[in-house]
């Protein structure tokens, strides 16, 4: 099986402290929407009982393919193909709606599709520009940049990468495609290298245009209003909404869900009342408490830099 080819060197970011923040229950009911290679599924599985039960879910094909391999040996754990919008469906047909004891997300692509040549997303490594994490379905970037209108290229670039060369680069794309298809990486990685001037040695000129495309071309941003929407339903009392973002666009969008549904309470010291007496008063608005934010220790950016811009952000289900 093409399995056995697979890079398996993703190392799972924040791992401790994403099973810490999940303040798991060993017989409880857990869904990691972002199986990837399955370093956070394993670490949840280790927590549990033979009650306990993992639902994962990826939309990547190659991801499933290992996930499966778990399935087969450990009857406590589920792997679905799918997004991870569409997870609240997966709950509802489990009967597991209101259920859940605790939802992971750890955001973005692996290490295993970035060193995929085959996949385009990344622009150190030439292949076919295709950045789709779920090949079965969609457009790939090189179909979207063929026929994409300026105005949306640097639309995408600015709002997806705060690209700020977006109108010089979106015209170059345009130019060079009418003689040269930018089919590969390694041709749009190279013709945003010839434009934007190398600043800053950490990081590739063409990290920000690359970014911005892969989001669009994943529609990440929607996906993840859409789950931190649909935690509220899944989520048991108490259970846990755990997410590890890597950009700022992504944070963004974990941190205002969680305040925007969180109750700010300033209760002066000593006063006799649990924070569920205090957040039940306010029960009909708010529905998390805000359990904070984490991010890698100096240890783990040496031993994985890409870790260097995950930030986690975790709640707490109120009782409603
Ligand atoms: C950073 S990796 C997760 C790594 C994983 N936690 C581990 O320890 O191996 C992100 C994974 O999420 C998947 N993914 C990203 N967006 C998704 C979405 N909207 N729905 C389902 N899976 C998604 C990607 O395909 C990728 O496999």
Not at 68 to 92: G, M, Y
Not at 181 to 201: A, E, G, Q, T
Request: hydrophobic share 40%; aromatic share 8%; with cysteine.
């Amino acid at each position: 099986m093409c399995i056995f080819h697979i890079n398996y060197d993703h190392k799972s970011v924040l791992l401790e402290e994403a099973i810490q923040a999940l303040n798991i229950n060993s017989t409880g009911v857990y869904v990691d929407g972002t199986f990837g290679s399955g370093g956070h599924s394993k670490l949840i599985l280790s927590k549990l009982t033979k009650q306990g039960r993992l639902l994962a879910v990826d939309r990547d094909l190659s991801a499933i393919k290992i996930g499966k391999i778990i399935a087969e040996q450990d009857s406590r754990f589920t792997i679905i193909h799918s997004t991870f919008s569409k997870i609240h469906k997966h709950i509802e047909n489990m009967r597991l709606t209101g259920s859940v004891d605790g939802i992971l997300l750890d955001l973005g692509v692996s290490t295993l599709q970035l060193n995929d040549d085959n996949r385009g997303f990344s622009f150190m490594r030439d292949g076919p520009l295709d950045m789709r994490m779920d090949v079965s379905s969609g457009q790939s970037a090189a179909e979207w940049l063929s026929k994409a209108s300026l105005e949306d290229i640097v639309w995408v670039l600015k709002t997806f990468g705060e690209e700020r060369f977006a109108k010089i680069i979106a015209k170059v794309i345009i130019s060079t495609r009418r003689y040269k298809p930018i089919v590969r990486s390694i041709i749009l990685s190279k013709l945003i290298c010839d434009i934007v001037p190398y600043r800053n040695v950490y990081k590739h000129p063409a990290t920000k245009s690359f970014l911005a495309i892969r989001m669009y071309i994943n529609n990440e941003l929607e996906e993840i209003a859409q789950v931190l929407e649909d935690s509220l339903g899944m989520l048991s009392t108490r259970g846990r909404l755990v997410v590890i973002s890597f950009n700022s666009l992504e944070d963004r969008l974990v941190k205002y869900f969680i305040r925007d549904h969180s109750c700010v309470v300033s209760i002066p010291p000593k006063i006799p009342l649990t924070d569920y007496q205090i957040f039940s008063q306010y029960k009909s608005k708010y529905k998390l408490k805000d359990m904070g934010k984490l991010m890698p220790s100096k240890k783990e950016i040496e031993r994985n830099t890409c870790a260097r811009s995950a930030r986690l952000r975790y709640a707490e289900k109120l009782m409603i």
